[in-house]
T-cell receptor
Framework: GNSVTQMEGPVTLSEEAFLTINCTYT??????LFWYVQYPGEGLQLLLK?????DKGSNKGFEATYRKETTSFHLEKGSVQVSDSAVYFC???????????????FGQGTILTVHP | NAGVTQTPKFQVLKTGQSMTLQCAQD?????MYWYRQDPGMGLRLIYY???????DKGEVPNGYNVSRLNKREFSLRLESAAPSQTSVYFC????????????FGPGTRLTVT
């Protein structure tokens, strides 16, 4: 079956530090890949996505590249801010038809805390 | 648009009690989902509804039932709550024109004692 593995957290950084959160996946075929962010007390929001190999998703200074050869989709940001403190989830959606079309498989989440 | 709304925000139940978690979306989405979020386990799919009138089991359906009341509403029922069902529950929906993005509600934090 499909699965997503994220690096263990929590991750604690100082403001303006470089961020990497690793994500690897197992899936048949060519899934779409996502990063979702959950701010304290809120639901999940889509941060960025990539739908095919070598695509780079980007948003709010965050980037992730779909690497099929290493089955990875690592999240990076060059300079984090205190407001980036949140839980980050890597997820995949199998590109199959029928009723499974919208279902997401999530990683376990990585807590990021950024200090001033 | 309110997006995806969930009620209640918090609930405490005793073992064996029943309750229904409500979810509604005002975005005219066809597909809706119920997830539970547990520490260190990410989100796991409980049930989903690809369209009005259809429901299907997800990864962890045991102990739950769902009803797709109409296109807007998708409820999750716990008939006899157990401590293992203590979790945060999220409802989500997906746009037919933007199938790459799920829109999540704010969540219901449920504690079963």
């Amino acid at each position: 079956g499909n699965s997503v593995t994220q690096m263990e957290g929590p991750v604690t950084l100082s403001e303006e530090a470089f961020l990497t959160i690793n994500c690897t996946y197992t899936a048949t075929g060519y899934p779409s890949l996502f990063w979702y962010v959950q701010y304290p007390g809120e639901g999940l929001q889509l941060l960025l996505k990539a739908t095919k190999a070598d695509d780079k998703g980007s948003n709010k200074g965050f980037e992730a590249t779909y690497r099929k050869e290493t089955t990875s989709f690592h999240l990076e940001k060059g300079s984090v801010q205190v407001s980036d403190s949140a839980v980050y989830f890597c997820a995949l959606r199998a590109n199959a038809g029928g009723t499974s079309y919208g279902k997401l498989t999530f990683g376990q989440g990585t807590i990021l805390t950024v200090h001033p | 648009n309110a997006g995806v709304t969930q009620t209640p925000k918090f609930q405490v139940l005793k073992t064996g009690q029943s309750m229904t978690l409500q979810c509604a979306q005002d975005m005219n989405h066809n597909s809706m989902y119920w997830y539970r979020q547990d520490p260190g386990m990410g989100l796991r799919l409980i049930y989903y509804s690809a369209s009005e009138g259809t429901t299907d089991k997800g990864e962890v359906p045991n102990g739950y039932n769902v009803s797709r009341l109409n296109k807007r509403e998708f409820s999750l029922r716990l008939e006899s709550a157990a401590p293992s069902q203590t979790s945060v529950y999220f409802c989500a929906s997906i746009s037919p024109g933007r199938v790459y993005e799920q829109y999540f509600g704010p969540g219901t934090r449920l504690t079963v004692t």
